[in-house]
């Protein structure tokens, strides 16, 4: 497909693997923070979820 697009190959690369990785970033970055702030809700009105708790990244790399 690239081989095929002539001079403008190079740049439709470079953008298309920057917006994957700009994309991986913005959708990571957000997953504790959103969680964090969720499950505080929930403390605050009395529901105690029942679900794990966040326990950080240096417990979760002794498992693997």
Do not use: C, N, Q
């Not at 403008?8 to 957000?30: K, N, P, Q, W, Y």
């Amino acid at each position: 497909m690239l081989e095929g697009a002539g001079s403008r190959a190079d740049e439709m690369f470079h953008l298309i693997a920057l917006t994957v990785v700009l994309s991986i970033l913005a959708h990571s970055s957000t997953d504790v923070p959103i969680a964090y702030f969720a499950r505080a809700r929930e403390r605050a009105r009395g529901v105690f979820p029942s679900g794990p708790r966040y326990v950080g990244l240096h417990i979760m790399h002794r498992r693997l």
